[in-house]
């Protein structure tokens, strides 16, 4: 039987207070350098050699995974339990790249058959699009993609889609460049629409529920321009939504592609919500990689032994750093040009995740949960915010992404190395230097190390690779929801502010009272500030 029970009443969690901290540049020698490295899915490695733990610690964390049946609590997950407490459904983002333990079945729909079938016909639309197969309004082939969607909606898929832009030109696959609007400022939408041709330009509206604000707001914009160059706006648009919405079905789309509510926006990269735009951009069969390398990690999570299950070891060091010694952030580091726009997707994957103060009951709990994740690529990231990282009053853990290779462009030698190599070795350099330190007569050039981080490292950055880094996150914000005993699936915290925004909207557009005091005179003196000290 299966327990939910909050981190504060565990053993193990009393235990590891215990333990004395560990200090890194004590700890560390060429053994430990060497051995802590875990296999992982698609040929990633990771090392947690630099993280704050030792075998004591460690072996209280195995403790701690038992202790809250991590392994089961994923495996019910998997088999169509209903994990997202709050809205009473299941989280199937798994099955969408491949059943894991039981068939899942709702309302007598197998719905691994569901998926697949979606997901072969938005191949089918895509070898179409790329085939010139389905033209535009002037009889022309698109060559522009743009998905149209917000949060989870763009995120992910924005991320992934550039991640893989270089690798798919390496590859002959690029075929359509893919393009994002998201933001309801309209200066979002005439950036894009202003640097594409409209007559060769596909959109994608993505909206679970078919009714975004945001993201219809931007769809009129599109819509407006579109028959403004003379074009048939329903000829140049699909929608990814549910089946229940006014989208779907919907005779003003070339068609519509369908998820449901057990998929969330920040999990839905497997989706037709990232699937429609990577396999018209870069062929259906660089998505079914993706979800390929996704699916082996998945099934890599299952593995009981701590020491053997990389993204269980990442989970509960989370958990040491944030609930043992204190630390309230988390950088991601990719030192990678393609995974710029990464840390932005896992901002939200963790923070909407976890940032939460009740439990999965809805009680409050006493104990710290989701820190706050930011990030930059390498080595970007160093001539801006390490400056804090190394030198800053708070430790911050890091977590290090790098390749051995390059995606697309052969390597320039420079002062007698490639740029692949240098990028490598300041990689390796930041780690070091972050957990050793280096005393100085000036105190302005000492560091005091013992700086944690951990690294993820493989040979290159593919479709494959990018499922398993995408699954390794997605996973470890589900354990570590697992050991808080929180709701890692609903997003109740996003809520009041749009329930506050549609009464702003209605007071801004029609000049009328709302029912609340406080907004209207925010309103009215926000407009009169400006106003007043105008030109």
Known sequence: MVVFKNLDTCQAFEALKKIPAVVLHKSLDQK????????????????????PVDDSVIDWLEALTREQQLIEKYRILTEGAIMNTGEKRMVLHHLVRGRLGKPVIWNGQDMEVFYREEKHRFYDFAHKIREGEILGTTGKAFTQIVQIGI???????????????????????????????????????????????????????????GTTQETLANETIVRDRLQKAGLNPDKHMVAVTSTSSPLA???????????????????????????????????PETFEEFLEGANEADRLAFEPSLRKNPVLMDALIGIYERNILGWPATAVLPYSESLSRFPAHLQQLDMES??????????????????????????????????????????????????????????????????????????????????IGKKDENPSKTFSGNRPSTLLLARELGPRQLGALYSHFENKVMFQGFVWNLNS???????????????????????????????????????????????
Not at 34 to 50: E, K, L, M, T
Not at 161 to 185: E, K, M, Q, T, Y
Request: net charge negative; aromatic share 10%.
């Open 32 to 51: 430990r350098i060497s051995d802590w490295w875990i296999p992982h899915a698609a040929g990633f490695c990771y090392c947690y050699a630099f993280a």
């Open 249 to 283: 079905h919907n005779p003003h789309y070339l068609d519509s592609f369908y998820i449901d509510d057990f998929i969330g926006g920040r999990y839905s990269t497997s989706s037709a919500v990232g699937g429609v735009i990577i396999s018209i951009a870069y062929g």
């Open 354 to 435: 976890n940032g939460k103060s009740v439990n999965r009951e809805g009680h409050p709990i006493s104990y710290s949960t989701g820190p706050l994740v930011f990030g930059e690529p390498g080595t970007n990231g160093q001539h801006s915010f390490y400056q804090l990282l190394h030198q800053g009053s708070d430790i911050i853990p890091l977590q290090f992404i790098g390749f051995l290779r390059n995606q697309l462009s052969p390597d320039m030698i420079s002062e007698g190395s490639s740029s692949r190599q240098k990028l490598l070795a300041n990689l390796i350099a930041q780690i070091l230097a972050f957990a």
């Open 151 to 209: 949060g989870g909606s763009d995120l992910g898929p924005r991320a992934a889609s550039l991640a893989l832009s270089r690798w798919a030109v390496a590859a002959g696959r690029a075929r359509l460049r893919p393009w994002f609007i998201s933001n309801v400022d309209p200066d979002d939408a005439d950036y894009v629409l202003a640097n594409i041709d409209l007559s060769e330009s596909l959109f994608i509206l993505v909206s679970k529920s």
């Open 489 to 535: 699936f609903d997003q109740e915290g996003v809520q009041l502010g749009k329930i506050l925004a549609k009464k702003a909207l209605s007071s801004i557009t029609k000049g009328e009272s709302t029912d609340d005091e406080l907004l209207d005179a925010f309103i009215a003196s926000a407009l009169r500030a400006v106003e007043n000290n105008g030109d």
